[in-house]
């Protein structure tokens, strides 16, 4: 288990941390369900047909600084650049690392031309059997991105940025364009071809106090209360030690409910290897029967953990560790606090 006394010393140092880390994943999770929604559709222009002879540098496929010729627009990739698991107050997703291209679109239509954030994507796997658009909303970041949708006029140039989510451990990628038209015919699709570094995630210990949400990757959780006592709903404690109730909030943040177990919120003290996993969960005021429960989508529960600890201790820290599915470790969120008394 974690170290109490050790990670004591870092709770002034890290308290600002809480509150700098937690509205990343509500914008997030925002991203995702809007992107999520629109992804399965390939996007089109307006042209029913294709003019295959606008195509007149043959070229699909190039590097970046090349300039590929579409039906309708050229485009250019400028730059590349990775930014980590973090790029202007957006984290991403456990095992991810954030991508931005910068890149520039020239229509060469005779037509006005309607563009999606969608147009582009970014192509991975030794098939390119794996691809993810650019961030839906990312232009509300800054003024340098690429808007969600946006019309282009004959001989219209614009250079902006878009930015994309994808697997940190992925060194070889691509940037893509698909020529479909109205009547979903697939013509040519150019490629520009560029690495990364890969992103190695590390695990941070992110600590706060009564009253600070805390912004996991599946939802926010606050405890707004502490208390000591000797007798809660009926339970009482063995021989030396005392029932430590703490009253959470807890706000699913995900774009689906979320699986909860007793085990995901563990108190320790400064007492070497000392901890203790809730006796009792009260749920919306009902106590929990099972050994699991539910946070409901785009919901949150009042949560009531009731602990049985040691006597003669005043503080105390609440942590929760993110594991994912293949069992890989996250972040570490503790909260720090000094319980009143009943």
């Excluded at 999520?36 to 606008?54: G, K, L, Q, V, Y």
């Excluded at 250019?76 to 690392?97: F, I, M, R």
């Excluded at 990628?173 to 890969?198: C, M």
């Excluded at 290897?273 to 529960?301: K, R």
């Amino acid at each position: 288990m974690k170290k109490f006394a050790a990670l004591l010393l870092t709770v002034i140092m890290t308290i600002s941390l809480a509150a700098c880390g937690s509205g990343n994943n509500n914008d997030r999770n925002s991203y995702r369900d809007n992107r999520d929604s629109t992804e399965d559709s390939e996007p089109t222009n307006d042209s029913s047909e294709i003019d295959n002879s606008r195509n007149t540098s043959g070229k699909t496929t190039g590097i970046v600084g090349d300039t590929m010729s579409t039906t309708w627009f050229d485009f250019t990739v400028n730059s590349v650049t990775a930014y980590g698991n973090e790029y202007e107050g957006y984290s991403a997703k456990h095992g991810y690392q954030l991508l931005v291209v910068n890149v520039t679109i020239e229509n060469t239509y005779s037509e006005v031309n309607p563009m999606f954030y969608s147009d582009f994507m970014v192509v991975w796997g030794s098939s390119d059997d794996y691809y993810d658009y650019p961030l839906q909303n990312a232009d509300s970041l800054s003024d340098d991105f690429l808007p969600d949708t946006y019309n282009m006029d004959p001989g219209d140039k614009i250079t902006g940025n878009l930015l994309f989510e994808i697997p940190a451990d992925e060194t070889d990628l691509k940037f893509s364009y698909v020529e479909i038209d109205d009547a979903d015919n697939v013509y040519d699709t150019f490629t520009v071809s560029f690495q990364v570094e890969a992103f190695e995630y590390e695990t941070e210990t992110i600590i706060g106090v009564l009253g600070d949400t805390m912004s996991t990757y599946w939802f926010d959780f606050s405890v707004d209360e502490a208390v000591l006592t000797s007798e809660y709903e009926g339970l009482t404690p063995s021989e030396g030690n005392v029932l430590l109730v703490l009253i959470m909030t807890i706000d699913n943040t995900y774009f689906e409910a979320v699986p909860m177990y007793a085990s995901d919120f563990d108190v320790e003290w400064d007492d070497p290897d000392s901890f203790e996993l809730p006796i009792s969960i009260f749920i919306n005021g009902e106590e929990l029967t099972e050994d699991t429960y539910e946070l409901p989508y785009a919901d949150l529960v009042d949560a009531t953990f009731v602990y049985e600890v040691a006597e003669g201790y005043e503080e105390f820290i609440v942590y929760f560790d993110e594991y994912f599915a293949d069992e890989t470790l996250g972040n570490i969120y503790g909260v720090y606090f000094i319980p009143d008394e009943m």
